[in-house]
């Protein structure tokens, strides 16, 4: 088969699209296909009335797709600062997804062609999605025009595999992978961390999400036995607790992090990727037993809603796989469906426990958080009445807010 340089496979693909339509799937987190990017910036032409289908995850993607050509557009579920001129302009639509509801809008949304980073064939001309096989799994099963970049750098993980005579075009794009750090616990964090080690039970099954929420709960685990991981992302702290014995089996669909963390992701037997369609189908989540989901949000009010999304007033985010989580950790046996942040903000100026969300930046409803935790403490939601639930979250807050939210309260249960 022959393999094209990446250039060529740019011109190959928009003389196809010129003739099909211009949607073309790529893939996001730390498959990003960034010598493609260039590509097209060295001939923008190429670009032209494409539209970049996708979902670029904030702090990992830094890339504006759409900015390729001032008649390119671009569709993702996140909305990052990155690609924020292009949002304001119009030119990037968004749309929001849950991850879950993401694998199936790429199963069904029209387009003309995807193209995927892919490991070296093996042997049997088979290749591997590597540390990104969450979403890209739904674009191929459909009837689109296939572009294979074969990178070097990919490993091969287990999961699944794809014959490479499957793809229409085979192109060489040898790069490094996007990297990520995932960074260090704070003072808040820490405490948090220690709060989780309390919660989670013998044999429990452990998500986490991107930040700081992800790095407290993976060291949680360290120095605990026969665990599993199933998330939908891991990050370089699950390394060390690789390396502590404390897992018998990681399930994701992406990996984002280090070359070291890549690099294990193909040599340790106990991970395996699977696609986002079971890594997050909440009827998967329900039946595994003692499902610990833990999330983050922005900021939480008294009511228990949550907002995952909006910063005065603007979307600089998406809800991602946090709802999928925590629905199915509520579902779970023995689960637990926490959303763990720091009380405050700028130095204990800015309480992240507010009086009352506006409608629009309810990302997470009441009905779906279960456990709150910040570093002053737990507040189990589940169960308890309306003023039960401002009481246990007050209990949480920062000290120096805690009569400002009580007053508040007392203000906004009179008028209910």
Same mark, same amino acid.
């Given at each position: 088969?022959?393999?094209?340089?990446?250039?060529?496979?740019?011109?190959?693909?928009?003389?196809?699209?010129?003739?099909?339509?211009?949607?073309? !799937?790529?893939?996001? %987190?730390?498959?990003?296909?960034?010598?493609?990017? +260039?590509?097209?910036?060295?001939?923008?032409?190429?670009?032209?009335?494409?539209?970049?289908?996708? @979902?670029?995850?904030?702090?990992?993607?830094?890339?504006?797709?759409?900015?390729?050509?001032?008649?390119?557009?671009?569709? *993702?579920? !996140?909305?990052?600062?990155?690609?924020?001129?292009?949002?304001?302009? *119009?030119?990037?639509?968004?749309?929001?997804?849950?991850?879950?509801?993401?694998?199936?809008?790429?199963?069904?949304?029209?387009?003309?062609?995807?193209?995927?980073?892919?490991?070296?064939?093996?042997?049997?001309?088979?290749?591997?999605?590597?540390?990104?096989?969450?979403?890209?799994?739904?674009?191929?099963?459909?009837?689109? /025009?296939?572009? @294979?970049?074969?990178?070097? @750098?990919?490993?091969?993980?287990?999961?699944?595999? /794809?014959?490479?005579?499957?793809?229409?075009?085979?192109?060489?794009?040898? &790069?490094?992978?996007?990297?990520?750090?995932?960074?260090?616990?704070?003072? =808040?964090?820490?405490?948090?961390?220690?709060?989780?080690?309390?919660?989670?039970?013998?044999?429990?099954?452990?998500?986490?999400?991107?930040?700081?929420?992800? #790095?407290?709960?993976?060291?949680?685990?360290?120095?605990?036995?026969?665990?599993?991981?199933?998330?939908?992302?891991?990050?370089?702290?699950? $390394?060390?607790?690789?390396?502590?014995?404390?897992?018998? +089996?990681?399930?994701?669909?992406? =990996?984002?992090?280090?070359?070291?963390?890549?690099?294990?992701?193909?040599?340790?037997?106990?991970?395996?990727?699977?696609?986002?369609? !079971?890594? &997050?189908?909440?009827?998967? $989540?329900?039946?595994?037993?003692?499902?610990?989901? #833990?999330?983050?949000?922005? +900021?939480?009010?008294?009511?228990?809603?949550?907002?995952?999304?909006?910063?005065?007033?603007?979307?600089?985010?998406?809800?991602? *796989?946090?709802?999928?989580?925590?629905?199915?950790?509520?579902?779970?046996?023995?689960? $637990?469906?926490?959303?763990?942040?720091? =009380?405050?903000?700028?130095?204990?100026?800015?309480?992240?426990?507010?009086?009352?969300?506006?409608?629009?930046?309810?990302?997470?409803?009441? %009905?779906?958080?279960?456990?709150?935790?910040?570093?002053?403490?737990?507040?189990?939601?589940?169960?308890?009445?309306?003023?039960?639930?401002?009481?246990?979250?007050?209990?949480?807050?920062?000290?120096? &807010?805690?009569?400002?939210?009580?007053?508040?309260?007392?203000?906004?249960?009179?008028? $209910?």
């Amino acid at each position: 088969m022959i393999r094209l340089t990446v250039d060529l496979a740019a011109r190959e693909v928009a003389r196809q699209l010129n003739q099909t339509g211009g949607r073309l !799937f790529i893939p996001g %987190a730390a498959s990003e296909p960034l010598a493609l990017f +260039e590509a097209y910036r060295r001939e923008p032409g190429l670009a032209a009335g494409l539209t970049f289908v996708s @979902a670029h995850v904030p702090g990992i993607n830094r890339t504006d797709w759409a900015s390729l050509h001032e008649t390119a557009r671009a569709e *993702g579920t !996140f909305v990052s600062a990155d690609w924020r001129a292009s949002f304001e302009a *119009g030119r990037f639509a968004f749309r929001p997804l849950t991850w879950f509801q993401t694998f199936r809008w790429l199963g069904e949304t029209p387009l003309d062609a995807a193209i995927v980073q892919v490991s070296e064939p093996d042997a049997d001309g088979n290749v591997s999605l590597g540390i990104a096989s969450d979403l890209a799994p739904a674009v191929l099963a459909r009837d689109v /025009y296939k572009v @294979a970049l074969i990178n070097p @750098a990919m490993p091969r993980v287990r999961g699944a595999v /794809y014959p490479l005579a499957g793809f229409d075009l085979v192109a060489d794009a040898s &790069h490094d992978l996007l990297t990520y750090a995932a960074g260090t616990l704070d003072p =808040a964090f820490d405490a948090i961390k220690r709060h989780l080690q309390g919660l989670i039970p013998a044999g429990a099954s452990v998500q986490f999400g991107v930040g700081k929420a992800g #790095v407290a709960a993976l060291a949680a685990l360290e120095g605990m036995k026969g665990l599993r991981i199933h998330s939908g992302m891991v990050t370089d702290p699950l $390394l060390p607790v690789l390396d502590s014995g404390a897992l018998t +089996e990681v399930v994701t669909g992406l =990996a984002a992090g280090s070359r070291a963390l890549y690099d294990r992701c193909g040599e340790d037997a106990r991970i395996r990727f699977e696609p986002s369609g !079971f890594t &997050h189908d909440i009827r998967v $989540l329900a039946a595994i037993p003692r499902l610990v989901a #833990v999330n983050s949000a922005i +900021e939480i009010d008294l009511f228990g809603q949550a907002n995952a999304e909006f910063q005065d007033g603007r979307q600089i985010s998406g809800v991602g *796989g946090l709802t999928d989580f925590l629905r199915g950790a509520r579902l779970s046996d023995g689960g $637990l469906p926490i959303l763990a942040l720091p =009380a405050s903000a700028r130095r204990g100026e800015i309480s992240r426990i507010v009086p009352r969300l506006p409608p629009l930046a309810v990302s997470v409803p009441r %009905a779906d958080v279960g456990l709150v935790i910040t570093e002053h403490g737990v507040a189990d939601l589940r169960g308890l009445t309306l003023d039960a639930r401002a009481e246990a979250l007050i209990g949480v807050a920062d000290p120096g &807010h805690r009569d400002r939210l009580a007053d508040a309260w007392a203000e906004m249960r009179r008028g $209910l």
